[in-house]
């Protein structure tokens, strides 16, 4: 893997003590983020840990979409991905591996944070479709998750092309 491009890294807000109890995104647009600033240099209160998984949760929620997947795909499922999302958004890590690359927490959480629903069905739809045993699958899902926005879009044109191919080939 190639190192990511961190020119412009999303910049974000974890200071969560400022945020309402309840999230409000009525009218505002997916890929939000809770942004964080100082969040590393106050000491870890166990009640305020469990309101930033609380609220991560929510946005992700919103994200996502999840009561809508919830009606596509199986809400296990989709609350395993949700839980391995917020381990590492909520995770206090010096780097993650993803692949055979090390990244900063920052960079992961920032790409975590801006998945939606097309990201989770393809990531899904990739799991279903893998035939290979996984040594480590808390690791392959963060890596599908992670590269989700970067492959997308490579992942259903060449799906097109070869379904293209073979309906030319059939008539």
């Not at 997947?69 to 917020?86: A, G």
């Amino acid at each position: 893997m190639d190192e990511p491009a961190t020119e412009n890294p999303a910049q974000y807000n974890t200071n969560l003590s400022n945020l309402p109890k309840k999230i409000n995104t009525e009218g505002v647009s997916n890929h939000q983020s809770i942004t964080p600033t100082q969040e590393s240099s106050q000491p870890s209160n166990p009640i305020d840990e469990i309101d930033s998984y609380t609220k991560y949760r929510e946005l992700i929620y919103k994200n996502i979409e999840y009561e809508i997947l919830c009606e596509q795909y199986d809400r296990k499922m989709l609350d395993e991905i949700v839980e391995t999302m917020l381990d590492y958004i909520c995770g206090k890590r010096e780097s993650v591996k993803i692949g055979k690359a090390e990244y900063s927490p920052e960079i992961v959480k920032s790409r975590l944070l801006k998945l939606d629903s097309s990201h989770i069905g393809y990531v899904i739809n990739c799991i279903k479709k893998n035939t290979t045993k996984i040594k480590n699958i808390k690791a392959y899902l963060l890596t599908t998750l992670y590269n989700a926005p970067t492959t997308i879009d490579h992942y259903y044109t060449t799906l097109v092309n070869h379904d293209m191919a073979n309906w030319n080939n059939k008539n």
